[in-house]
């Protein structure tokens, strides 16, 4: 198995070279990284937005079904007794 040093010696680079290959390397591992938080934040206030909209269609429903038992009509006239 090839270690780094032996990779390396097939392609020999220039000191100039090296060390524009770590700024490229660090900015890869950065943006990467970068990119992990955003996704695991956008995916954090996804469900978040979701368990809220369940949360606000619940309690629609809960409204609703109060205002249909409380304003439900009485029996009809000729029903009720004197």
Partial sequence: MLDLG???SY?????RQQQIAVFVGTILVISGLFA???W????RLTTEATLQTALLMARQVEIALADSLR???GPP????QS
Avoid: E, K, T
């Fill in 6 to 8: 032996d990779l390396l």
């Fill in 11 to 15: 392609w020999p680079m220039s000191f």
């Fill in 36 to 38: 992990a938080g955003v």
């Fill in 40 to 43: 695991l934040i956008a995916r």
């Fill in 71 to 73: 304003d439900r009509p």
């Fill in 77 to 80: 006239a000729s029903v009720r």
